[in-house]
């Protein structure tokens, strides 16, 4: 076998050997350019469709479009990009050309937070305004000096930074310029990756006894961390007290004689932001935000995320839990799509909930850490509903509760985050 691999390989290298001169004409390659006039006459052009001066047809290229120099009939033919060398707006094209571009290059992506793209890919912050600052207005601006901000920003690599940030920053864990090998900052110290987990429950719980699946299903996401008590973080702006009660009854309910939790109500988004950290919590519930006003839960979200909260926490092993009722300012989905929960590439979402109390229920994934011990069926209680969603289960995304026993609308949801 590995002679027969080694033969391949010679006969590979003796084809391409003749094959390269032949495309060149007698002139041959000499650092991947055509070497000699008789170039002109071949089928490929260096950067366009042809080569420099002559008549060439074209051929393969780096890019579609004339060359850089001259095009393949002879003619000049106009730069295109930045350098000259690729069309502007490609995806490699040199975002500082002052031109505008049809797309963000590979080396300018959001957020434009930097002084070399502040606001945009295109502006570049120089003398006398060198630093790129948040403007108030969700994007960037180049400026002289810091703006005031409590607490005060502080420049790190020409940008006004909020030193809060140095808590869940990667690669300004703790200080400026301190990057984690693992990609995860956690209450400003580098944390090594661990497997993580996303419970999405369209239930508020409200309904439940003691005795129930709904229980268990809680009892499940909760309970995952292996520590004893486990330290739950629960953010509560937005939920109604008697709601907020009756899950951590739920909670106890769970545990039993033998697990506990110990709950912390976070009552505002800062508060999530500050100490949501693996070393001092191993779950974040985020209760039903049913009051909340108009736009406050996905506002949540985005800011958390912003930071990359909500991310670096379960990548480092977190278990975060959201319930969604249904009811009340019905905007949970929202909440769930800013933070990324479901869908970190955003190609799937949820668009909504659909009301399913006294349907019929199964469990589709009786060996999921979510569904164990699950009875099925069971009744939705008051206030459970399905998921509106283009997202499709696979591996990573389970959909432990549905309305269907051949797997419908999901109600509880389970994401694996893989190292």
């Known amino acids: ?20 001169p032949a495309a ?9 350019k055509c070497k000699g006039a008789s170039c002109g006459t071949g089928q490929g052009g260096e950067n366009g469709q042809g080569n420099a001066g002559k008549s060439g047809k074209g051929g393969a290229s780096n890019i579609s479009g004339n060359g850089s120099t001259e095009a393949g009939n002879g003619a000049a033919a106009a730069p295109q990009g930045g350098d000259g060398l ?28 930097s002084p070399l793209h502040c606001g945009d890919c295109d502006t570049v912050c120089k003398p006398p305004a060198p630093l790129c600052a948040p403007d108030g207005a969700g994007s960037f601006e180049c400026v002289p000096v810091c703006p005031d901000h409590t607490p005060p920003y502080v420049i790190c690599d020409g940008q006004c930074v909020d030193p809060d940030s140095f808590n869940s ?11 984690c090998p693992s990609g995860i900052c956690q209450a400003a110290m580098c944390v090594g990756a661990r497997y993580g987990n996303i419970a999405l429950l369209c239930s508020d719980l409200n309904s439940v006894t003691q005795i129930s699946s709904f229980t268990t299903l809680l009892g499940n996401a909760v309970f995952l961390p292996q520590s004893n008590p486990v330290k739950v973080l629960a953010y509560t702006r937005g939920a109604s007290a008697a709601a907020v009660n009756r899950v951590n009854t739920v909670i106890g309910w769970a545990g039993g004689k033998t697990r ?30 049913d009051q909340a006003k108009s736009g406050d839960p996905a506002a949540a979200a985005t800011t958390w995320e912003s930071g990359s909260t909500l991310s670096s926490f379960a990548k480092a092993g977190g278990v975060i839990i959201v319930l969604d009722g249904g009811d009340g300012t019905g905007e949970m989905h929202q909440l769930i799509n800013a933070g990324n929960l479901l869908d970190p590439s955003g190609k799937t979402s949820l668009s909504g909930q659909t009301d399913i109390t006294g ?18 069926p069971f009744l939705g209680t008051s206030h459970t509903c399905t998921f509106d969603t283009n997202a499709k289960p696979g591996s990573d995304t389970i959909f432990v509760i549905s309305d269907d026993q051949a797997g419908g609308a999901p109600v509880a949801i389970h994401r694996v985050i893989a190292p």
């Not at 060149?24 to 991947?32: A, H, K, W």
Request: glycine share 10%.
């Open 24 to 32: 060149c004409g007698n002139g041959g390659i000499v650092g991947g």
């Open 359 to 376: 349907e019929q229920l199964w469990n589709n994934a009786p060996f999921d850490v979510l569904g164990v011990n699950v009875l099925s």
């Open 86 to 113: 690729l069309p502007d707006g490609g995806f490699f094209d040199s975002p500082v050309d002052g031109l505008a571009d049809a797309m963000a290059p590979l080396e300018c992506l959001p957020p434009y937070d």
């Open 260 to 289: 506990s939790a110990e709950i912390t109500e976070a009552k505002t988004v800062a508060a999530v932001t500050a100490q949501l950290n693996i070393m001092d919590y191993q779950v974040l519930l985020i209760h039903d935000l």
């Open 1 to 20: 076998m590995k002679l027969m691999r080694a033969l391949r390989f010679v006969a590979l290298g003796l084809a391409l050997a003749y094959a390269f």
């Open 169 to 179: 920053d990667p690669d300004n864990c703790g200080k400026c310029g301190n990057q």
